[in-house]
């Protein structure tokens, strides 16, 4: 007897959980013969203001944990990935990608994961600096993370655009409310999943599926969200995206979808561009007699 | 009510005065009238309008300065641009020498350009004799040596310049703002056309004498002088590749939306509202010095002064007393003076939204406290000036004031003091007081702001980095980091 297979709700990932958009949309993702595979949260702005709150309750014990911490817990993530390499392939094939280069988007989506999880406790070392200041003064600046970053993902690139744009985010401490793919969302929906059996802390990563033209300009407006990352070359998007961000001084980065596959997209400069240097200054005591070496 | 204290009351009607130490202004060369430096050489400006620049302290006319129109930015940016395709390809080492230089003649010429700092700015002189002039020169020999080192700054990533960037810079420090934006732009091989502000055209104008004088080849660095409409054009010109601001959040914001549609990078380094954190645990008289300088530098004309004081309850009494004596010998006059401490407010109408904020403080219900030291009748100043017992919400604690005004309050924890610190838009800088290591390290990494100040206040460094968090703006300046915006990779 032919056993009646189960079929996955693929829910929007906010502050840990799985809920439906609280808007009650959907849009049907269909596969290349037109057959509905399943329905698909269509976010709201409502989705990403209560996504973005669990961002920001996140921020404060995610950039306090150790940076060997996050590091741990960013390779855990590729770890868990690699459990589930079957499932995401099957996705993306399910959304009309051969096996083949399916295959090599999740090994590669791994291996990024991997990379950046290396990272997070070795950049500090490259952006800090200790200043040697004229003034009595001992005097240093460190790398610390923006805060809440706004990421609207790669459309095409659906698995490695999104690890892509979310490992350096939070390998440097960084929390965020990501917009995944709206055309081939299964991916980031099971990436969520992984997410939330990695040790990542709840609200860290809060994922949305849904339309950008709609969305754009809520992610970008939102006044306690502190920068914004798009991969979409989307020049009225982009324009928009800019002139919202002045609103609080948001810092903007638009990056390429199209060298996600090359050794380009691999830079601690992705971390380092949502990090902010901090100056420390404290008197040092000048010892009367101490010009002889001690 | 306040407790009974054994301590002697200090007695400040004595005998006791400083007489006048006035700097001698003949050796100044100042003419009457100032062009555009445009290409190297000073030009007519196609607008044929000059305004006028004063002494903020006497209201005595100093000279006219020209106001640059869209065409003659239009022209300054075609000269950088020229410029350009040469000083890019020079070699690191001749571009660096050239830097050097700057440098030299700034510190040959540092009295004059002190003097003329004073005069048209209202600083007092012995802050622009001892930080702006010598800072500013110190700038240019700092990254004078990083022209031919930037393959070490950046391994592996082939450094190369943007091209032409546009600079706007406000009036608060006005030459060391030049040197801030000039010396990184040139060591990493772009072109500048900057414009200083309009009421302190003058050291940038001498500054382009002294750049003319250095052999820097043609419209390398181009000033063009003018009001808000000259900004714009720059903002808005169509072949500059990069936008660096000093100046008001308001104007930052307006900056980052108008070149949306384009490609131009950009850094803003924009307003603060910083907090000065006084624990119980403080050296208190240190602290009072470190209060003083925090708020009353420049007359608070300081993006990063500690305009916000947070005491902790139980030395509050004491703190305030304390700072109150003080803020009492503090001499507020002529800028020229070398024992003045509070010079001129820089312009009237700086000096009526600081009166306008002394009034609005008033209603919200804080209460006002200003030393009783006589001010001039002639020029611009105001009172170092207290706002007590004043809260979070009010107007003058959330807004920047730009000017001698520190509003206190108090608080009991350190939870409690993270919180308020960071509770407001800015995040430029802050203070710290305590003699607990590990204390002020648990609050610099707490506290959201670009630099923190443990023990000391409102120091400066070529070779510190400086910017915001937050709506305090992006980017940094000073040191190795404040060559990457100036920089593609």
């Known amino acids: 007897m032919e056993r009646l297979e189960i079929l996955k709700t693929y829910k929007i990932f906010i502050g840990g959980q799985f809920p439906r958009t609280e808007s009650g949309r959907y849009y049907p993702l269909k596969n290349k013969n037109g057959d509905v595979i399943t329905n698909i949260c269509l976010s709201s702005r409502k989705d990403f203001r209560n996504a973005e709150v669990s961002a920001r309750n996140a921020f404060g014990g995610w950039s306090g944990k150790s940076a060997f911490n996050r590091s741990q817990i960013l390779y855990r993530i590729a770890e868990i990935m690699e459990g589930r390499k079957e499932q995401f392939i099957s996705e993306l094939v399910m959304q009309g990608r051969a096996a083949k280069s399916a295959k090599e988007e999740v090994e590669l989506s791994i291996e990024r994961m991997v990379y950046y999880a290396g990272w997070c406790d070795k950049y500090q070392q490259l952006f800090s600096s200790v200043n040697p200041v004229a003034s009595s003064h001992f005097n240093f600046s460190v790398a610390e993370p923006t805060g809440v970053v706004a990421i609207i993902a790669s459309e095409e690139k659906s698995l490695l655009g999104l690890v892509s744009a979310v490992a350096p985010v939070i390998a440097g401490g960084n929390t965020c409310v990501v917009l995944a793919s709206e055309s081939k969302p299964l991916c980031s929906v099971t990436f969520a999943e992984v997410l939330n059996t990695s040790d990542v802390p709840s609200g860290v990563v809060n994922i949305l599926t849904g339309n950008s033209e709609e969305l754009h300009c809520h992610f970008s407006s939102h006044m306690d969200v502190n920068a914004i990352v798009t991969y979409r070359n989307n020049r009225k998007e982009i324009k928009a995206i800019k002139e919202n961000a002045s609103l609080n001084v948001k810092r903007v980065f638009v990056y390429n979808e199209n060298s996600l596959e090359s050794d380009k997209a691999e830079s601690p400069y992705f971390i380092f561009d949502l990090q902010e240097i901090k100056t420390t200054w404290h008197p040092i005591e000048n010892i009367g007699s101490a010009k002889a070496g001690y | ?489």
């Open chain 2, 1 to 489: 009510m306040a407790k009974k204290t054994n301590e002697p009351k200090l007695d400040f009607k004595t005998d006791w005065a400083y007489e006048p130490a006035p700097e001698d202004t003949s050796h100044i060369s100042l003419k009457k009238k100032y062009d555009l430096f445009i290409d190297g050489k000073f030009v007519k400006p196609n607008s044929k309008k000059y305004f006028a620049t004063y002494n903020p302290a006497t209201d005595e006319k100093l000279a006219d300065i020209a106001e640059a129109d869209a065409k003659d930015v239009d022209k300054a940016v075609k000269a950088a641009r020229k410029a350009f395709t040469k000083w890019s390809k020079i070699s690191a080492k001749e571009r660096g020498k050239y830097i050097y230089r700057i440098a030299r003649l700034m510190q040959e010429r540092a009295r004059e350009f002190a003097v003329i700092e004073t005069m048209d700015g209202g600083k007092p002189i012995r802050e622009s004799r001892d930080i702006d002039v010598p800072l500013a020169a110190n700038h240019f020999f700092y990254y004078a040596g990083w022209a031919d080192k930037l393959e070490y700054a950046f391994p592996n990533r082939n450094p190369k310049p943007i091209g032409v960037a546009g600079q706007i810079i406000p009036w608060n420090f006005p030459l060391l703002m030049a040197a801030w934006k000039i010396a990184p732009a040139l060591a990493t091989g772009n072109t500048v056309v900057l414009k200083p502000a309009e009421t302190t055209s003058l050291t940038a104008l001498k500054l382009a004498e002294l750049i003319r004088d250095s052999g820097l080849p043609d419209g390398v660095v181009n000033i063009v002088t003018g009001a808000g409409a000259t900004g714009a054009a720059i903002v808005n010109h169509p072949d500059i590749n990069k936008i660096a601001f000093t100046g008001s959040t308001d104007v930052g914001k307006l900056i980052q939306k108008a070149i949306a549609g384009t490609d131009k990078k950009l850094t803003l380094e924009l307003g603060g509202k910083a907090a000065n954190i006084i624990f119980e645990d403080a050296p208190l008289d240190q602290a009072i010095e470190g209060i003083v300088n925090g708020i009353f530098f420049n007359q608070g004309h300081v993006c990063c002064a500690g305009s916000r004081l947070f005491v902790q309850e139980s030395v509050a009494d004491i703190v305030i007393r304390k700072l109150k004596d003080r803020m009492e010998t503090l001499i507020v006059g002529n800028p020229l003076d070398k024992n003045t401490d509070i010079g001129a407010i820089n312009s009237k109408e700086q000096l009526l939204k600081i009166n306008k904020y002394l009034k609005i403080g008033k209603e919200e219900g804080a209460e006002l406290y200003q030393s009783s030291c006589t001010i001039p009748t002639k020029g611009n100043f105001c009172r170092p000036t207290l706002f007590l017992n004043a809260s979070q919400s009010h107007r003058v604690v959330q807004e920047e004031i730009f000017g001698p005004v520190l509003t206190v309050q108090t608080f009991r924890t350190i939870e409690e003091v993270i919180e308020k610190a960071n509770n407001i838009p800015y995040g430029l800088s802050a203070g710290v007081w305590t003699d607990k290591g590990s204390k002020i390290f648990n609050l610099t990494s707490k506290l959201r702001a670009g630099v923190v100040w443990a023990n000391t206040y409102n120091k400066f460094d070529p070779t510190s980095p400086f910017g915001g968090y937050k709506e305090s703006g992006f980017g940094r300046e000073g040191g190795l980091h404040g060559l990457m915006p100036y920089l593609r990779f």
